[in-house]
């Protein structure tokens, strides 16, 4: 956690969601998405799939992604969790609010 705390988890069953409700039920209710950065991933459910967020040369520990509050942790990670009143959270849901809008007009 960016405040050093660590938070105890299990691969593939713990989600942001449930780091956040950990600490308290009423800030869990409020995070829209979470930053994650792997020091050790046990597996990936994205193998074979294309991260545009994946830069060129760097290795997994340094890449930071954008994770839904919802999908489950694939190993050790540091975890920013982001309100609708942070920046990215703004950012993140306006995003995703557009794709639904435009899946809805298509």
Request: charged share 30%.
């Amino acid at each position: 956690m960016p405040d050093g705390a660590v938070k105890d988890g299990v691969s593939f069953v713990t989600s942001p969601f449930d780091v956040a409700n950990s600490i308290s039920k009423q800030f869990a209710e409020k995070v829209v998405v979470a930053k994650v950065r792997y020091s050790r991933r046990v597996g990936t459910l994205d193998d074979g799939l294309l991260n545009p967020e994946a830069e060129e040369g760097k290795d997994e520990g340094d890449q930071w992604y954008f994770w839904d509050v919802y999908r489950k942790l694939e190993g050790d990670c540091e975890l920013i969790l982001y309100k609708f009143e942070d920046p990215q959270g703004k950012e993140t849901f306006w995003h995703s609010s557009a794709h639904v809008l435009g899946q809805t007009l298509e």
